[in-house]
């Protein structure tokens, strides 16, 4: 995520003033964050207290590259009972998700550094109810696939650390990583619960993320797949396409909204249409 820093804004030091909400070793709470984590210690307020009775948070949700966190913290503010695990890659997301929390008062969110790999290491089984990946970075050439979080290998895993029933929740502006994960969720064996080519307009009322608010003031839609791990066993080979060219719509998004990360590729296939038909009519 490329923000731009305001004035005066020092890394490290916005780490260390919101570092009570940052986890730095999930795997010690593996099994056990509805538990360990219950009642958090930090936060100045807001929804303490308001999980009500008990020994345990209700269930506990991942949102994997949580951004900045504006997604994560409504959820959280929303259900209290519920114990929000906000995990992304870059340092920058940590110090500024950790910092909305804190701000927000929150007892019931960790921030926690981490790429989709740790997940598996991170939890244990049948521990998580929910993984939200909003917006998850695309990554569309075939070299970089690995990267996805929506990979057959990170299904394979996440299989691992969902409850029975559990969800993993895809949104995204970008048709071609959605049907890429179609055939991803498929051969790591989940069934599609639901999906929506217009989630905004099916689920108006769920909260939203930066990147959601963005980019459909920038005139996209957002597709939505909820998949949960189904009887079948995974499949241990892709026979997927990696890169995710493959699954642009014919017209080469000509409807004028070219999802976000893809810019590059977009461009490249359209000179080269116009070379080779050029070359073909000259
Ligand atoms: C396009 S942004 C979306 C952020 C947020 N979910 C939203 O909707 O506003 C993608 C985020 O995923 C993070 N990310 C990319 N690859 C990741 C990975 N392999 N593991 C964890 N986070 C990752 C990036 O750092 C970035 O914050």
Known sequence: MHARLPRNFVLEERLERYADAIELMPERWAGRWA???????????????????????REVRLDLGCGKGAFVVESARREPDVLFVAMDAEPLCIAYTAQHVTEAGLRNVVVVPGRGSAVARAFGPDELACIHLNFPTPYPRKKDADKRLVLLDRLIEYRGVLTPGGTVRLRTDSQPLRDFALTQFELAGYDVAWSSDNERADRPDEPTSEYEDRLVAQGARVYGVWATPGAHEPQATQTASLSLTDYFPDDLFSDGYIPHGMGGAVINLRNRRVHVWGGQVG
């Open 35 to 57: 538990t360990a984590c219950w009642p958090l210690a930090f936060g100045a307020g807001g929804a303490a207290g308001a999980a009500g009775a008990g020994d345990r948070f």
